[in-house]
């Protein structure tokens, strides 16, 4: 009976030493040997497409978002009442400065007009009679006198009557361009009442904020460029006109006033502008491409290419590996970024194909995946 329960126990201890060893050799020796392959095996070369960095002259600006503004602006409306007879213009219209633009109906005013001249006429003949008796003494001075007054009255009336006659026909005050009309020939329209809206178009305004401490580089005769979204890759030139007497007490900002040439009257009052002022001389500057930049919360990057530390002597490529860099940058132009610290000019940074690689990836460059890239977003 003993020696079944000795042979039992052994045979349970060698089980248990199998189950152990093939248990080790399952979860511990395989994993670490597997691992130590994976590890040993050569890093699988990907492709991608990289520029060098490059040295650029950039002009210092500032950036700001404006709205233009016309120089001059008016509702043009009539200083008396009457009923339209011509409209001489379309909504829309450019107009240059005396153009007449509306009549009004004068036909009372211009009876009353004929009216006043015969009165003045024979006035003007019976103080002409009377001051010839008064000179001979057959008249009196008091006579003499009340013929003068009712000449000058009635040459007052004739002159106030011309003058009313004159304010129906309204004129362009300068060059300009009208908006939509709001009246039709034959309707009556009182004094004041709104015709058309008429602003100046060159040049106009461009109003934007800067901050305080943009303030000081800000000169009245810099120059400015304007872009609009209805005109994209072009920029509308003009200079810095005047700033403004005082800093919001809300926003801290100061409005600074330039002036956009706008001679084919492209642009209108009440437009959207990105502004940008030149505000010194070309400087030295690092740029990269800006899809180089990989950006983030913990801080932007650039993959850089470098030579491999530990190159492979049976390469027949030269052997390239990845080494991510954290950028400080500057202000982006034209799809460039200025790059302030981590890469220096003649750096060759990986532009397309960052999903495939990270720090110490090893790497081939074929910029024909930068090119197709391109095509592609210019067909879409």
Known sequence: MLRRIIYFLLVIVLLGGLGGAIAWYAFDFKPKMIAGFIQAAPKPVETVSAEEARQDQWEPQIG????????NGIEVAPQVGGVVRELLFDSGDLV???QKLIQLDTDTEEADLKNFKVQLDNAQIEFDRREKVFKKGYASKSDLDAARMLRDRLLADVQ????LIAQKSI???WDGRLGLRDVAVGKYVAAGQNVVWMQSVDPIFADYTVTEADFGRIKIGQEVQARFSTYPGEAFKGKVKTLDARVSETSRMITVRGEIENPEGRLVPGMYAEVTVIVGTPEPVVTISQTAVTYSLYGDSVFAVVKA???DPNAKEPDLEIERRFVKLGPVRDGRVNVIEGVKSGDQVVIAGQNKIDQGSRVRID??????????RNTQ
């Open 171 to 173: 004129y362009a005050p």
């Open 96 to 98: 240059k400065k005396g």
């Open 367 to 376: 910029n024909s995946i930068a090119l197709n890239l391109t095509v592609d």
């Open 64 to 71: 700001a978002i404006g709205t233009l503004a016309a120089v």
């Open 160 to 163: 106030r009557t011309e003058a």
């Open 309 to 311: 530390k530990n190159p």
